[in-house]
């Protein structure tokens, strides 16, 4: 919020951004109130029990009926019937060199699990792009817009798992739009 958490400027415009640098580097007091303002934002929105209430939320948008937990557990917690079951589906960068969405399914998955909800994944990784040559790298291109292979295999998992929910992340460019066809055949939101 531009004055409460930080400040906006135009895009490009090079001598607002120095202006407002040059704002924050003189005034301690200034960057205090941001700080706080900053902070009072990140507790009320992106805490991990914040996180997990708007996951929920639209888990129960999307299936009527299911409950919502009131918070999130310290610990592990045993699987909850009334939760939703989830299914992560997630294109991870190069092993070893996990991106910043890579992280983020992590930390999803784990608070996902600490509140007794059941999580499956559906993952590709790109180290599949890697390891090709110049026909198999033509091949992924075409297979971009739809993957048999990806559709046949989250089908099958969709299937034996029935989840009650499929939540997508990073899925180009194995994954790919087949993935979401795979659900809507299933009748997976």
Same mark, same amino acid.
């Given at each position: 919020?531009?004055?409460?958490?930080?400040?906006?400027?135009?895009?490009?415009?090079?001598?607002?951004?120095?202006?407002?640098?040059?704002?924050?580097?003189?005034?301690?007091?200034?960057?205090?109130?941001?700080?706080?303002?900053?902070?009072?934002?990140?507790?009320?929105?992106?805490?991990?029990?914040?996180?997990?209430?708007?996951?929920?939320?639209?888990?129960?948008?999307?299936?009527?009926?299911?409950?919502?937990?009131?918070?999130?557990?310290?610990?592990?917690?045993?699987? /909850?019937?009334?939760? =939703?079951? +989830?299914?992560?589906? !997630? &294109?991870?960068?190069?092993?070893? %060199? #996990?991106?910043?969405?890579?992280?983020?399914?992590?930390?999803?998955?784990?608070?996902?699990?600490?509140?007794?909800?059941?999580?499956?994944?559906?993952?590709?990784?790109?180290?599949?792009?890697?390891?090709?040559?110049?026909?198999?790298?033509?091949?992924?291109?075409?297979?971009?817009?739809?993957?048999?292979?990806?559709?046949?295999?989250?089908?099958?998992?969709? /299937?034996?798992?029935? =989840?009650? +929910?499929?939540?997508? !992340? &990073?899925?180009?460019?194995?994954? %790919? #739009?087949?993935?979401?066809?795979?659900?809507?055949?299933?009748?997976?939101?």
């Amino acid at each position: 919020e531009d004055g409460r958490t930080g400040y906006h400027f135009p895009p490009g415009d090079v001598v607002a951004l120095a202006d407002r640098v040059r704002q924050l580097w003189d005034d301690s007091g200034l960057r205090q109130q941001l700080r706080v303002g900053a902070r009072a934002r990140f507790e009320a929105s992106y805490t991990p029990e914040a996180n997990l209430q708007q996951l929920l939320s639209i888990y129960r948008q999307l299936v009527p009926g299911l409950a919502l937990a009131p918070r999130a557990p310290v610990r592990l917690a045993a699987r /909850r019937k009334d939760l =939703p079951k +989830v299914l992560l589906v !997630h &294109n991870f960068y190069r092993s070893g %060199t #996990p991106g910043g969405e890579d992280v983020v399914v992590r930390q999803e998955r784990e608070l996902l699990e600490s509140a007794g909800i059941e999580v499956v994944t559906y993952t590709k990784s790109n180290d599949d792009v890697d390891e090709r040559d110049r026909r198999q790298v033509v091949s992924t291109a075409a297979n971009m817009s739809w993957s048999h292979r990806s559709h046949d295999e989250l089908t099958r998992l969709l /299937r034996h798992q029935r =989840p009650d +929910v499929a939540h997508f !992340h &990073n899925t180009f460019p194995l994954i %790919t #739009p087949s993935a979401y066809a795979a659900c809507r055949e299933q009748g997976v939101p």
